[in-house]
């Protein structure tokens, strides 16, 4: 395995955590708005995020694990 290999299966891990950064972003603006307008979408976008975001962590860490223990 060279470098940018390695470097590839640890991508999915940072993206993932700047994703569950985003979603705790759209629980804030959640919890902080008073208008339904804004809070349904901010919810939505919640939902949306941690999902996408538990998934590439999943990925990442899964590869990761499979390449240094496996």
């Known amino acids: ?3 940018w290999q390695v470097y590839l299966f640890i991508v999915p891990i940072g993206l993932g955590i700047m994703t569950l ?3 705790l972003m759209c629980l ?3 919890l902080m708005s008073d208008d339904n307008a ?4 901010a ?3 919640f939902k949306r995020l941690l999902i996408v975001a538990f998934i590439l962590i999943s990925i990442g ?3 990761t694990f499979k390449h240094f223990w496996g």
Do not use: C, I, N
């Open 21 to 23: 950064v985003g979603s």
């Open 43 to 45: 919810f939505t976008w």
């Open 28 to 30: 804030f603006a959640y």
């Open 1 to 3: 395995m060279t470098v």
């Open 38 to 41: 804004t809070r349904l979408p």
């Open 61 to 63: 860490l899964f590869m």
